[in-house]
């Protein structure tokens, strides 16, 4: 089966920078995305990380410990614009139909306040 | 514009009500998602079709019932519905990934927001 966590819900200020973590427990484990849903629209592409360490891009860095479990999304110099929910999923071993199916978190609701 | 369009973006039934949901992608992909968003848990995977094929069904009640006549375009069509579907229904889409290629990236629709009373 798979379980992923992530907290429901974290504000921060404009400007500052803010780690939301994912942790989860899969029965297989390809790989781990994070997406990012407005109010409203739809979830739209972050990161993708398959091999442990950082991936970095321009204020977004994601950072995955597969032996651990663990992932985390790191957003800098926070705007207003991301207020928003982050979504951690989770990518299982491909088992050949052609497609992943992925198993998704909660979701983590952004707060940014001036 | 994400390259795939969901219609209608709202839709109220009655708990008698024959609908649809309609999904079309743009992006030359060969697979097809319905997901279910609820308030305050996860996105739950319903229908996968990949290369037009069902590959998989995640129990979902027969009150739901996808369709996919090609690779492009993909319906959910919904019958006798309880309360308790209200929801968000996501349509994504991503590229094959056998070989390798491709990292499976989803690509979503914006959703039908489905109100059943």
């Known amino acids: 089966g798979q379980n992923i966590d992530q907290p429901t819900e974290m504000t921060a200020t404009e400007g500052a920078i803010v780690q939301i973590n994912c942790t989860y427990q899969?029965?297989?484990?390809?790989?781990l995305f994070w997406y990012q849903q407005h109010a409203g629209e739809a979830p739209t592409f972050l990161s993708y990380n398959v091999l442990d360490g950082l991936e970095e891009k321009g204020r977004f860095s994601s950072f995955l410990s597969r032996s651990k479990g663990y992932s985390y999304l790191l957003l800098k110099e926070l705007q207003m614009k991301d207020s928003a929910s982050y979504l951690c999923?989770?990518?299982?071993?491909?088992?050949?139909?052609?497609?992943?199916?992925?198993?998704f978190g909660k979701g983590t609701k952004l707060s940014v306040i001036p | 514009e994400t390259g795939v369009t969901q219609t209608p973006r709202h839709l109220v039934m009655g708990m008698t009500n024959k609908k649809s949901l309609k999904c079309e992608q743009h992006l030359g992909h060969n697979a097809m998602y319905w997901y279910k968003q609820s308030a305050k848990k996860p996105l739950e995977l319903m229908f996968v079709?990949?290369?037009?094929?069902?590959?998989e069904n995640n129990s979902v009640p027969s009150r739901f019932s996808p369709e996919c006549p090609n690779s492009s375009h993909l319906f959910l069509h919904l019958h006798t519905l309880q309360p308790e579907d209200s929801a968000l229904y996501l349509c994504?889409?991503?590229?094959?990934?056998?070989?390798?290629?491709?990292?499976?990236?989803?690509?979503f629709g914006e959703g039908s927001r489905l109100t059943v009373l």
């Open positions: 899969t029965s297989g484990f390809n790989g």
């Open positions: 999923a989770v990518q299982p071993s491909y088992s050949g139909a052609g497609s992943y199916q992925l198993t």
């Open positions: 994504a889409s991503s590229q094959d990934v056998t070989g390798g290629r491709n990292t499976g990236e989803l690509f």
């Open positions: 079709y990949s290369l037009e094929e069902r590959v």
